[in-house]
């Protein structure tokens, strides 16, 4: 685990109750200890359940973990192990195993995990014997019987060691793809995200993990969400491979109005790259989870957006209908970029939201959060329905996300795999006003096949200054096109200038649409 991950449990809403006095039942399969008797379970039943607890008063549960096991450093809290002999399905020979986060530091969201078999869901009990505590101080004889658990995590057979996603804090989870490398997490549910207002963190709950047939290669997971706006009942189908997918069903059960809600939300960090080095005091040339927005439009346009950490938050809407997909993107996937032989950002995985059926008008929403430091995300992107969720309403989203290198869809025109900002103005003359000038890089599609006597050229809009020296060139070493330009702004120009960039020939785009937000330098030396 990363340190970021544990930070965000930090923003959960309150700490989960336990039962005073736990009454041990027979074991599972698994020889795990389970609470109480078993009780029908299914996914009806989970989303009457969301219903009902909707139509009452949001109750914080009691903050009763304890100080010890709180103020556990990141040292100490990494030094506790889970136990793989206590793994969930670790006799049953199935293709899946789940192991159990301890509480501690900050994960002291305390989580209810049930095991569903045949129908029949129990509850897990905590043991300390599931645990290795190492250098923790802590002592299992010593910690309540009731104490519960942070999350839970899940191994494929092709590797039993390294985990192929995990569930902790709030609602968040993450999930790898091919390249077994964790980067930036998901989350059931977004509220007032980017807003004045403090965000308010939904976190699940409750977790159900459904016992999978013996050679199935699909894991079933249930989750009850809740938060003093909302509640909600969520199902993943959860299937490892090159590129992992999560087959989501959602049912959101509104307590009362919310101003912004954030469907499928992506959260991921963004410290600097080549088009953005406002904070670039590291010798690592980019560091970043994701590099960009994608965006297939509900008209069938790809769009690109180039993340970037600015000076103060920005949010930005893009209007839809029906939209096809978005996620947010690493397409950079060259070691030599990053030169990170630790973290090795150039594996993190990208992931593709893409709709199961029509989700109306709204806007996918990018929100961009300065930082300082790379351990702490500053990029959330989710869709915004344009109708307000109202008390009483069934609110049912359906989707897909796809974890890995590569999306399982992607444009056929060229796509945007750089984009470079500097001091504007030709060489070797003398620069009389400030201008920015943009280099943007397109390979794929048609452009490597191109005659050579096929005139490209860069179609492009600013909403402020005025366009100079625009260009566009073939580059033989990425089989592609570089489409350069300045942009030249009025003195009292300050707010961010929103930028439009796409290649075409005979009146036929040839490339995605290139989207950028700029904000002009305070200081404008030239």
């Known amino acids: 685990m990363q340190r970021r991950d544990l930070l965000k449990a930090s923003a959960a809403l309150g700490l989960a109750g336990f039962s005073a006095s736990p009454l041990y039942a027979a074991a599972t399969s698994s020889s795990m200890k389970t ?3 078993a009780a029908a379970f299914d996914y009806a039943w989970l989303k009457g359940r969301a219903r009902a607890l909707a139509g009452e008063s949001f109750r914080s549960p009691p903050d009763n973990v304890p100080q010890k096991v709180r103020k556990l450093d990141w040292d100490q809290y990494q030094s506790i192990s889970y136990r793989n002999d206590h793994a969930l399905w670790a006799n049953d020979k199935l293709r899946f195993r789940a192991k159990f986060f301890h509480l501690g530091m900050y994960a002291t969201q305390s989580v209810k995990i049930h095991e569903v078999e045949n129908g029949q869901s129990r509850e897990l009990a905590y043991d300390p014997a599931m ?9 299992g004889a010593e910690l309540p019987r009731d104490l519960g658990f942070a999350g839970f995590r899940v191994n494929f057979h092709t590797d039993w060691v390294r985990d192929v996603t995990a569930f902790l804090g709030a609602s968040y989870f993450r999930a790898v793809g091919g390249e077994w490398q964790y980067g930036l997490s998901a989350r059931g549910l977004a509220i007032n995200c980017g807003m004045e207002r403090p965000e308010e963190f939904p976190r699940f709950s409750e977790f159900w993990l459904e016992q999978p047939a013996q050679q199935s290669d699909v894991l079933t997971v249930y989750a009850l969400l809740d938060s003093p706006s909302v509640t909600g009942a969520y199902r993943f189908l959860i299937k490892p491979g090159a590129v992992l997918t999560m087959d989501v069903d959602a049912a959101l059960y509104p307590r009362k109005p919310i101003e912004r ?6 959260t991921s960090m963004f410290l600097y790259a ?5 904070i670039s005091n590291d010798w690592r040339p980019e560091i970043h989870d994701s590099d960009g ?5 509900g008209n069938g346009e790809w769009i690109w957006r180039p993340l970037v950490n600015p000076a103060h938050l920005r949010f930005n809407a893009y209007a839809d209908n029906n939209p096809r997909g978005f996620g947010l993107m690493q397409r950079d996937r060259d070691f030599d970029h990053y030169q990170d032989d630790g973290v090795f950002y150039d594996r993190r995985p990208s992931l593709w939201v893409e709709p199961k059926s029509g989700w109306g008008k709204g806007s996918i929403q990018l929100v961009e959060i300065p930082t300082v430091d790379e351990t702490f995300d500053n990029i959330v992107a989710f869709w915004n329905p344009e109708a307000k969720p109202q008390p009483g309403q069934e609110l049912l989203f359906g989707y897909k996300l796809y974890w890995g290198a590569k999306i399982p869809v992607a444009p056929k025109l060229g796509t945007a795999v750089a984009t470079r900002t500097g001091i504007g103005g030709v060489i070797g003359k003398q620069r009389t006003y400030f201008s920015w000038r943009f280099a943007v ?13 096929v005139k490209v050229v860069p179609v492009i809009s600013a909403t402020h200054g005025e366009v100079e020296i625009p260009s566009a060139r073939p580059l033989d070493e990425i089989n592609g096109y570089r489409a350069i330009f300045d942009l030249k702004i009025a003195d009292d120009v300050k707010g961010p200038i929103d930028l439009r960039l796409y290649l075409a020939a ?7 649409t290139w989207l950028y937000q700029w904000t002009p330098p305070e200081k404008r030396t030239f």
Do not use: C, H
Not at 293 to 297: E, G, I
Not at 506 to 512: I, P, Y
């Open 35 to 37: 609470l109480g008797k």
């Open 131 to 139: 645990f290795n505590y190492g250098k923790s101080g802590l002592k």
């Open 261 to 266: 809600m954030g469907v499928a939300p992506l």
């Open 274 to 278: 080549e088009n953005d080095k406002r």
């Open 293 to 297: 927005l994608a965006m297939w439009t």
């Open 441 to 453: 890089d397109f390979a794929g599609g048609d452009l490597g096949s191109l005659n050579k006597d």
């Open 506 to 512: 005979d009146g036929r785009a040839l490339t995605e």
